[in-house]
Each structure stands twice: as structure tokens, then as C-alpha cells.
T-cell receptor, first 112, second 117 residues
């Protein structure tokens, strides 16, 4: 069965610092991978997705992620974090029957 | 584009009553919609997959008689929580897949906060 692991439950970074959120997946075939962001009390917004092709994908709000098949990873990065980036981030993998399996999320705190 | 709405955004009901939550795709047709439940500080748990014009497919452990799902049109799916109890209190999120889109590409609604007293 497919699964997603986000090893960091909570991360704190200073505004302007770089960010990397880790995501590892387990899936038997070529994965479809996603990163979503959720602000408190809100739904999920798609940041970026990987289906095929270039392993470095660009998303909205200055985020990017790199698919590394050998490491089964899809880490999310941003070179300079803004206070408005504070939120919960979910990595997800596309599974069978169109279902998406989500990781447990990483809560990002940004300090001035 | 690809906007999904949910109504209501927040609802409080008494134990034993039923609550209906609507999920609408506003600017696209969605043959498939999904209903998730999110517990505090937890990830999203898929409850069921809803296909237009057919019965929903429920995930293991989800009571289909308690969580009634209807997908009557290509733009509307409803989740009815029947005989709600305090343990049903949660954040419910729907998503919709674009009919002509890539597999797995889903757009999420803003969620509905259900509180059962």
C-alpha cells in the first residue's frame, strides 16, 4: 500500500531564511506527488505537483520541490520564507482508484 | 478556475439531529468528488469517493448509513451526517476531480467545521 512520511511535525524558521520540508513516499509504481498548504480553519491549496518529466517542479508562492526516485523523496523548498508562509504543509501521493494518500503534515512557524 | 465551495462553513447541531454539507464545483464539472475528515492536528482521512450518478464508495471503517453521500449532478455532492453525536465533531473537507483533468488532480473546498453538542 502507498504511504507518505513527513518526519518533521513542526518546524520553526526565521523570516527570510531558507526552508526545506521533507517528504518520503512508498509506492510501487511511478508516483504522482503533491504538496498542499493549509491555513488554520481552511481547506487545502495545491502548491505544486509532479506527474512526470523534469524532476524539479516549480509551484506557486515561490515554492519548488524535487523528485528523487532513488531516495523516494519529494522535498519542498523555498529560498526565503515570508511570515505569510506560516501554515500546515501536506505531502501527498496519488494512489490507486484516483485516491490520494496524505502525510501527517508539517506545521511551519515563522519568527520575525 | 477550478474552484470548489462548501456550505455551510461552520455548523453547530444538537446530538441526534442530521446535518447536510454541500460541496460544489463552481466552474468545472466533476465526475468524481471525495469526502475527507480531518481531526485536530491530524492528516486528512478519506471517507468516501463519490461518483456522479452512482453509489459512493466508502473507505473501510466508515459507516455508510451514518455518512450519506449523494452526487446528484456533475457539480454537486452532499454529505449528510445522520443522527450526529459529539464524536462526529470534526472538520470535513471535500475535493473534486476535474472530469477532463489529469489523474489524481483534485481541488479542495474550504472545509466545514461540524460541532455536535
Amino acid at each position: 500500500a502507498q504511504s507518505v512520511t513527513q518526519p518533521d511535525i513542526h518546524i520553526t524558521v526565521s523570516e527570510g531564511a531558507s526552508l526545506e520540508l521533507r517528504c518520503n513516499y512508498s509506492y510501487g509504481a511511478t508516483p504522482y506527488l503533491f504538496w498542499y498548504v493549509q491555513s488554520p480553519g481552511q481547506g487545502l491549496q495545491l502548491l505544486l505537483k509532479y506527474f512526470s518529466g523534469d524532476t524539479l517542479v516549480q509551484g506557486i508562492k515561490g515554492f519548488e520541490a524535487e523528485f528523487k526516485r532513488s531516495q523516494s523523496s519529494f522535498n519542498l523548498r523555498k529560498p526565503s520564507v515570508h511570515w505569510s508562509d506560516a501554515a500546515e504543509y501536506f505531502c501527498a501521493v496519488g494512489a490507486s482508484y484516483q485516491k490520494v494518500t496524505f502525510g501527517t503534515g508539517t506545521k511551519l512557524q515563522v519568527i520575525p | 478556475g477550478a474552484v470548489v465551495s462548501q456550505h455551510p462553513s461552520r455548523v453547530i447541531c444538537k446530538s441526534g439531529t442530521s446535518v447536510k454539507i454541500e460541496c460544489r464545483s463552481l466552474d468545472f464539472q466533476a465526475t468524481t468528488m471525495f469526502w475527507y475528515r480531518q481531526f485536530p492536528k491530524k492528516s486528512l482521512m478519506l471517507m468516501a469517493t463519490s461518483n456522479e450518478g452512482s453509489k459512493a464508495t466508502y473507505e473501510q471503517g466508515v459507516e455508510k448509513d451514518k455518512f450519506l453521500i449523494n452526487h446528484a449532478s456533475l457539480t454537486l455532492s452532499t454529505l449528510t451526517v445522520t443522527s450526529a453525536h459529539p464524536e462526529d465533531s470534526s472538520f470535513y473537507i471535500c475535493s473534486a476531480r476535474v472530469s477532463t483533468g489529469l489523474p489524481y488532480e483534485q481541488y479542495f473546498g474550504p472545509g466545514t467545521r461540524l460541532t455536535v453538542t
